[in-house]
């Protein structure tokens, strides 16, 4: 696996550096083998893509994070980041029983944003409304 990383990555790893009193341990997931972590999902309709979140992460308190980093100008997001997402969303919610949270990143001016909703609308952001993300708090 490439230790490349973009700058997300990287600044989503600094974070997890910050973070690390609350995190048992973390994985950076690799991409299109069949020993990483992938949800199946569709884009356009019809079309089968495999999704490899960017990072699995353990906190000390049970709960497994499984999150996926973008940069704030994603040129995906109405697209294949909005594909993702909701199917990211309604995996978490399919694992009745786990404890598993997680979502689209972003790391704004005051911190990480995710977005938790089971329908992603980039269109918002794009017009600076980010009323569909909270902090990210471990």
């Not at 938790?116 to 017009?127: A, G, L, M, R, T």
Request: glycine fraction near 8%; aromatic fraction near 16%; charge should be positive.
């Amino acid at each position: 696996m490439s230790t490349a990383r973009l700058n997300p990555e990287k600044n989503f790893e600094e974070f997890l550096k910050n973070n690390d009193d609350k995190i048992l341990w973390w994985w950076k997931n690799g991409e299109n083998k069949q020993d990483y972590f992938g949800i199946k999902y569709e884009y356009p309709a019809g079309v089968i893509h495999t999704f490899y979140p960017d990072y699995l992460v353990q906190l000390v308190d049970g709960r497994l994070g499984i999150f996926e980093t973008k940069d704030m100008n994603d040129q995906q997001g109405g697209s294949y980041t909005k594909a993702k997402a909701e199917k990211l969303q309604e995996f978490i919610k399919e694992q009745k029983g786990k404890k598993l949270f997680g979502g689209i990143t972003i790391k704004k001016r005051d911190g990480w944003k995710i977005n938790q909703k089971s329908v992603y609308n980039w269109d918002n952001c794009e017009k600076n409304d980010w009323n569909d993300w909270e902090k990210l708090k471990f």
